[in-house]
Structure formats: structure tokens, C-alpha cells
């Protein structure tokens, strides 16, 4: 499968974004996703996941009450929703896909297999 973000760009804090990953492919049901990000100087970090039907959702603690990943196996499209965004969301933010037989979507990122070029997300103070 492979995976394209779109959506990022510059806001205010306390502004919002939408992400979308649109992924190709014909099993796109059968593939646990997530977003992640890394800021500059930092590592990449897990922000969100999605199990195959969403019927499991996990947050990283600093994104929880903020953000909402979502996704439509029909349109194959996973997307994060981004509100009362802080200058310290500024970062490159990745989808990513797990093909894995895991059951439960993980925040592991050595388990996505597939991953997106990225699309930057600048919070201004």
C-alpha cells in the first residue's frame, strides 16, 4: 500500500488543521494506521492510531482531548483532526500503515511498514 498526507500548512495556536492520508491499494481495511511526527532536533514520535475498522483509537498523552483520528475504509482515507493546536505541534507529520497480523493497532512504529513522505504542520505563537 502506499500512503500520501496532505492538509498540513501554518496556523495560529488555538487554530485547527485536518490531515488526510489517502492510500492506495485494494485491502486498505486490512491495514492498522497511524500518524506520527517529528519535530525539528527530535525524534519521531507516535501521536495517533487506528485499528482496521476503528474500533480501537489511541492517543499520545499530549495530543489527547485535541486530536481525532478517524478513518473511511471506502474513500481509504485515515485522517487527523487537530484542534487547540500549540506551538509545540509544530513538526513533520507522517501516515503510516502495519500489515502485521497484530489484532490491536500499536503505537510501535517499527511495526508500520508504510509510510508517507510527511506534510509539515508550523503552530504559531
Known amino acids: 500500500v502506499q500512503v500520501v498526507e496532505s492538509g498540513g500548512g501554518l496556523v495560529q495556536a488555538g487554530g485547527s488543521l485536518r490531515l488526510s492520508c489517502a492510500a492506495s491499494?485494494?485491502?486498505?481495511?486490512?491495514?492498522?494506521m497511524g500518524w506520527f511526527r517529528q519535530a525539528p532536533g527530535k525524534e519521531r514520535e507516535f501521536v495517533a492510531v487506528?485499528?482496521?475498522?476503528?474500533?480501537?483509537?489511541l492517543y499520545a498523552d499530549s495530543v489527547k482531548g485535541r486530536f481525532t483520528i478517524s478513518r473511511d475504509n471506502i474513500k481509504k482515507t485515515v485522517y487527523l483532526q487537530m484542534n487547540s493546536l500549540k506551538p509545540e505541534d509544530t513538526a513533520v507529520y507522517y501516515c503510516?500503515?502495519?500489515?502485521?497480523?497484530?489484532?490491536?493497532?500499536?503505537?510501535?512504529?517499527?511495526?508500520?511498514?508504510?509510510w508517507g513522505q510527511g506534510t509539515q504542520v508550523t503552530v504559531s505563537s
Open positions: 487506528i485499528g482496521r475498522i476503528g474500533g480501537t483509537i
Open positions: 491499494g485494494r485491502t486498505f481495511s486490512n491495514y492498522h
Open positions: 503510516a500503515a502495519d500489515g502485521s497480523a497484530n489484532y490491536y493497532p500499536t503505537t510501535r512504529q517499527n511495526e508500520y511498514d508504510y
